[in-house]
């Protein structure tokens, strides 16, 4: 396939607090024709996460940065479109890490095939992909068990709902926290959470003490600051904690003081974990079956946003910092 063009979005600068519009540019390039075996994928729809804020920075986390004037990376699902590879055919759906273009080649082992018959096939980028495992490896990590209480900030994202589903499944009662009445709304009617509060109607740990009047076992974090601090309060002896995500201090120039009560963690003897999906991999399996069944057999609904066209993916990726999506943020390519 000769003179293939692809449109891909690349960083141009290092954003400053909030990422705008000016820190991206769309670029279009021309693929070399296809080597022998390596696979030709057409991508149908990309993921924009949050974690990928810090890879925007110039210093070292548990992922390498983004460099300036590369195209970005991260998860996809495409179809194969050429092949010169015994492991790929024409027509197989796949997933990989290269999202933000449109048209890639790579090698077989950069690829995943997928089920394609679970639609829409962008559940494999939330419910079924990365953010779904890193909800069940949370719950998982903390020995999520029924009876608990739990707390999960965040509760309307790609991570949030997933958890709170999945706690529910395990005879959990769960309570959730997102940033509008509507989301609120299908938390409590769409995914089955016990209680559900709008954290921006008042203080958190007011709105949770009313939900947990007995207080919490485990608190799913995806959020931090305030929300912490206020499960920090309401955690039990013996409680949990999640430490998935921080969003509300992605953006911060200057990382703010902890929570005030971080004694909390010594009082009550609190456990705090810390989880990075990339350290289950060698579960996926388990959790793919797992899932994957509740998901076929309507168990578990997937939510999600979608956005169509590439040249939208970075609006689309700092909406995720103003709350503009339902579950999973996804591009349409």
């Excluded at 692809?6 to 670029?27: C, D, K």
């Excluded at 009082?267 to 974990?273: I, V």
């Excluded at 999600?304 to 990726?317: L, M, N, R, S, Y």
Aim: hydrophobic share 40%; charged share 25%; net charge neutral.
């Amino acid at each position: 396939m000769l003179n293939l063009t692809s449109r891909e979005i690349r960083l141009a600068s290092r954003p400053t607090g909030v990422p705008t519009a000016s820190n991206f540019t769309l670029a279009e390039t021309t693929l070399e024709p296809l080597q022998d075996g390596h696979v030709l994928v057409r991508n149908l729809f990309m993921s924009v996460d949050p974690y990928m804020r810090g890879r925007m920075n110039d210093r070292k986390s548990y992922v390498p940065p983004f460099e300036i004037g590369k195209v970005l990376e991260g998860g996809a699902v495409g179809e194969v479109i050429e092949s010169r590879s015994s492991n790929f055919k024409v027509g197989d759906a796949v997933t990989s890490r290269y999202g933000w273009r449109e048209v890639f080649m790579t090698e077989p082992k950069e690829l995943n095939r997928v089920d394609s018959s679970a639609q829409p096939l962008s559940v494999y980028l939330g419910t079924l992909g990365m953010t779904g495992m890193t909800a069940w490896a949370g719950l998982s990590m903390a020995a999520v068990k029924a009876g608990d209480v739990i707390y999960i900030s965040g509760a309307a994202g790609a991570v949030g709902n997933v958890a709170g589903q999945l706690a529910k499944l395990r005879g959990c009662r769960v309570i959730g926290s997102a940033g509008s009445d509507e989301k609120v709304k299908r938390l409590l009617e769409e995914c089955g959470f016990d209680a559900a509060f709008n954290y921006k109607s008042g203080p958190v740990l007011d709105q949770l003490n009313k939900a947990a009047p007995e207080g919490i076992d485990v608190y799913f974090d995806n959020v931090g600051g305030d929300s912490l601090q206020a499960a920090l309060s309401a955690l039990r002896i013996h409680g949990r904690i999640i430490a998935c995500g921080g969003i509300a201090g992605y953006n911060e120039e200057k990382p703010k003081p902890g929570p005030s009560n971080l004694f909390n963690m010594t009082t009550k003897r609190l456990t705090m974990k810390g989880l990075i999906v990339g350290d289950w991999l060698e579960r996926r399996c388990e959790f793919e079956k797992e899932v994957g069944t509740l998901y076929q057999s309507g168990k578990i609904k997937s939510m999600e946003t979608v956005v169509e066209g590439i040249d939208q993916a970075p609006e689309a990726f700092i909406g995720l910092f103003d709350g503009k999506n339902v579950g999973k943020m996804v591009v349409k390519l």
